[in-house]
């Protein structure tokens, strides 16, 4: 019984020194990336690491699930695994302290592996935090299970600190999580002083007049039905849908944007200060992920603030596909490695395509991509909008696949018609008599010119639609429907300015994104 209760005892003195251990190991290793470059921390590298692997279909079903908590989640994830993997080395070391420490040690290994696999790794500097850690804590593990372990209880390992002894393992322990801490807080102030200068320079930059200012937004753009999505979405409601675990922090100071490749006969690079001076345009254009369900919320829009991007290509010597140029692809790639793709020939077809560097009013939040980004009305944000831009190269589909092609989507993917019900919600009670219907159809770059609604199997009946913006924006409806008592599923359809009606054919969003008709249910009471 006493030997049992002993075991129990040491074990958990064991757990205690792995824990600690492995705190220590990320605490050092958070403190080494604030000095390296805090997006090389491991817990973000082997994140990001694992985002890279992810396949599609469990991606989507993250961003389903967990929605934009994703990140949150894949990271306390990540914790909770070190952790336990901690305990299990803890134990271990009572009996084999070299085995333990060698096994912390592994995890660093696996960190600077993750780190350098990156898209954006910034080369062998990038290995340091994880293996900076690692050291500090086999060397915590090696000497706490020195002052956890009996003496003489491992014949091999007999350390200088051996033999068991309460006191000294507490005093050794408490030191270790106050330094930890100490070294955690620090690194912590030092990664957030880092990102002061950008902080410091979007709160210095001072939009300039649009040279080509958007129309403002028609009265009758905004239905006034309670429930219904804002016409233009509050900076601060936009969804966000990156594979950044550490949102840049890009100083415009320094922020440089390169156009090159094939077919570019003056390659250029731009400050922001030479895009600032150039003739702006502002344009309401909405933005919709293809990892958007039927019905779902990753679509917003903005009024956003930029330069044609087809007058910079055009300065190049960029010439689009029809016009005989040789580049029919452009891979735009951000300061975190995402590279995206989208045709040459829609940039260039007359469309607005933007750098933009203002959203509603506001120099772009980190979130959407300061100090710039790319946007392309009528194509998923994942083949177009890419935040924090830095390189615009010119080549072709058949040469490169960028991020996400690689992981299975589209080559080309331009947004399907979409409607969806804002109001009433799913299993929502109203009231039987005169019920308001109402949402968001979106086409981008074509336009919606009709949306029907339709309760249970009934005949399709054309919703009214509000006053439309632009083609590039999306358009809100409105039906009043006489309800009658009992359970009812409305259903809703759009039409665009090409005459298609939205299909009720299913798809999954990858590779191309969803399609279908948008029902809800609901009970009138
Ligand atoms: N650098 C970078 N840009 C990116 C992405 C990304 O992961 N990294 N995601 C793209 C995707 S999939 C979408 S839908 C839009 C979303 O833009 P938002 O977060 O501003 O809404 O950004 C695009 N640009
Ligand atoms: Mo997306």
């Given at each position: 019984?006493?030997?049992f209760?002993?075991?129990?005892?040491?074990?958990?003195?064991?757990?205690?020194?792995?824990?600690?251990?492995?705190?220590?190991?990320?605490?050092?290793?958070?403190l080494t990336a604030?000095?390296?470059?805090?997006?090389?921390?491991?817990?973000t590298?082997?994140?990001g690491?694992?985002?890279?692997?992810?396949?599609?279909?469990?991606?989507?079903?993250a961003?389903?699930?967990?929605g934009?908590?994703?990140?949150?989640?894949?990271?306390?994830?990540?914790?909770?695994l070190?952790?336990?993997?901690?305990?299990?080395?803890g134990?271990?070391a009572l009996?084999?302290r070299?085995v333990?420490?060698?096994?912390?040690l592994?995890?660093?290994i696996?960190?600077s592996?993750a780190?350098?696999?990156?898209?954006?790794?910034?080369?062998?500097?990038?290995a340091?935090?994880?293996?900076a850690?690692?050291?500090?804590?086999?060397v915590?593990l090696?000497l706490?299970?020195g002052?956890a372990?009996p003496?003489?209880?491992?014949?091999?390992?007999?350390?200088?600190?051996?033999?068991?002894?309460?006191?000294?393992?507490?005093?050794?322990?408490?030191?270790?999580?106050?330094?930890?801490?100490?070294?955690?807080?620090?690194?912590?102030?030092?990664?957030?002083q880092?990102?002061?200068?950008?902080?410091t320079?979007?709160n210095d930059?001072?939009?300039?007049?649009?040279?080509?200012?958007a129309?403002?937004?028609?009265?009758g753009?905004?239905?006034?039905?309670?429930g219904?999505?804002?016409?233009?979405?509050?900076?601060?409601?936009?969804y966000?849908?990156?594979?950044?675990?550490?949102?840049p922090?890009?100083?415009?100071?320094?922020?440089?944007?390169k156009?090159?490749?094939?077919?570019?006969?003056?390659?250029?690079?731009?400050t922001?200060?030479?895009?600032l001076a150039r003739?702006a345009?502002?344009?309401?254009?909405?933005?919709?992920?293809?990892?958007?369900e039927?019905?779902?919320?990753y679509?917003?829009?903005?009024r956003?603030?930029?330069v044609?991007?087809?007058?910079?290509?055009a300065e190049c010597?960029?010439?689009?596909?029809?016009?005989?140029?040789?580049?029919d692809?452009?891979v735009?790639r951000?300061?975190?490695?995402?590279?995206l793709?989208s045709?040459v020939?829609d940039v260039?077809?007359?469309?607005?395509?933007?750098l933009?560097?203002?959203?509603?009013?506001?120099?772009?939040?980190?979130?959407?991509?300061?100090p710039?980004?790319?946007?392309?009305?009528?194509l998923?944000?994942?083949?177009?909008?890419c935040?924090?831009?830095?390189?615009?190269?010119?080549?072709?589909?058949?040469?490169?696949?960028?991020?996400?092609?690689?992981?299975?989507?589209a080559?080309?993917?331009p947004?399907?018609?979409?409607?969806?019900?804002?109001t009433?919600?799913?299993?929502?009670r109203?009231?039987a008599?005169?019920?308001?219907?109402?949402?968001?159809?979106?086409?981008?770059?074509?336009g919606?010119?009709?949306?029907q609604?339709?309760v249970?199997?009934?005949?399709?009946q054309?919703?009214?639609?509000?006053?439309?913006?632009?083609v590039?924006?999306?358009?809100?409806w409105s039906y009043?429907?006489q309800?009658a008592?009992?359970?009812?599923?409305?259903?809703?359809?759009?039409?665009?300015?090409?005459?298609?009606v939205?299909?009720?054919?299913?798809?999954?969003t990858?590779?191309?994104?969803a399609?279908?008709?948008?029902?809800?249910?609901?009970?009138?009471?």
């Amino acid at each position: 019984m006493s030997t049992f209760r002993n075991t129990l005892t040491r074990s958990s003195l064991g757990a205690l020194a792995g824990l600690l251990a492995g705190f220590t190991a990320l605490a050092v290793a958070e403190l080494t990336a604030s000095l390296v470059r805090p997006e090389a921390g491991p817990v973000t590298v082997v994140g990001g690491a694992v985002i890279d692997r992810t396949p599609a279909p469990v991606k989507d079903f993250a961003i389903r699930t967990f929605g934009e908590n994703d990140k949150i989640v894949l990271q306390l994830g990540i914790l909770v695994l070190l952790g336990l993997f901690a305990i299990a080395l803890g134990i271990l070391a009572l009996r084999h302290r070299r085995v333990g420490a060698a096994g912390v040690l592994l995890f660093g290994i696996v960190g600077s592996a993750a780190a350098l696999s990156r898209p954006d790794t910034a080369g062998v500097g990038d290995a340091l935090p994880s293996m900076a850690g690692a050291v500090a804590g086999a060397v915590v593990l090696y000497l706490l299970a020195g002052k956890a372990a009996p003496a003489g209880s491992s014949p091999r390992d007999e350390g200088a600190g051996g033999g068991w002894s309460r006191r000294g393992f507490l005093t050794t322990a408490a030191v270790t999580a106050a330094a930890a801490t100490g070294a955690g807080v620090l690194g912590r102030v030092l990664s957030q002083q880092r990102g002061q200068g950008a902080v410091t320079s979007r709160n210095d930059l001072v939009l300039p007049p649009p040279a080509s200012p958007a129309p403002p937004v028609p009265a009758g753009a905004q239905l006034k039905v309670p429930g219904i999505s804002a016409f233009t979405t509050p900076n601060r409601n936009f969804y966000r849908v990156d594979t950044a675990l550490v949102v840049p922090k890009v100083d415009a100071d320094t922020w440089r944007l390169k156009i090159h490749g094939k077919g570019v006969t003056r390659s250029r690079t731009y400050t922001l200060d030479d895009l600032l001076a150039r003739p702006a345009i502002e344009r309401d254009i909405t933005l919709t992920c293809v990892s958007n369900e039927v019905g779902g919320p990753y679509v917003g829009n903005a009024r956003w603030l930029g330069v044609r991007l087809s007058d910079l290509l055009a300065e190049c010597g960029v010439q689009p596909p029809s016009r005989g140029g040789k580049a029919d692809q452009l891979v735009a790639r951000s300061v975190d490695g995402m590279t995206l793709g989208s045709p040459v020939e829609d940039v260039m077809d007359g469309r607005d395509a933007m750098l933009a560097f203002g959203m509603n009013g506001e120099p772009l939040p980190f979130d959407h991509g300061f100090p710039v980004r790319m946007l392309v009305p009528g194509l998923y944000g994942y083949v177009s909008a890419c935040k924090w831009i830095e390189d615009i190269e010119l080549t072709t589909f058949d040469t490169y696949d960028p991020y996400w092609v690689k992981r299975k989507w589209a080559r080309k993917a331009p947004i399907k018609t979409q409607a969806r019900i804002d109001t009433p919600k799913p299993f929502a009670r109203p009231a039987a008599g005169s019920v308001t219907v109402a949402g968001v159809a979106w086409a981008q770059h074509r336009g919606i010119t009709r949306v029907q609604v339709r309760v249970d199997d009934g005949p399709w009946q054309d919703a009214d639609l509000a006053v439309q913006d632009t083609v590039d924006t999306w358009r809100q409806w409105s039906y009043r429907w006489q309800a009658a008592p009992g359970g009812h599923t409305l259903t809703v359809r759009a039409t665009d300015s090409t005459g298609q009606v939205q299909t009720e054919q299913r798809a999954r969003t990858v590779p191309d994104g969803a399609s279908g008709w948008h029902s809800v249910f609901v009970t009138v009471t």
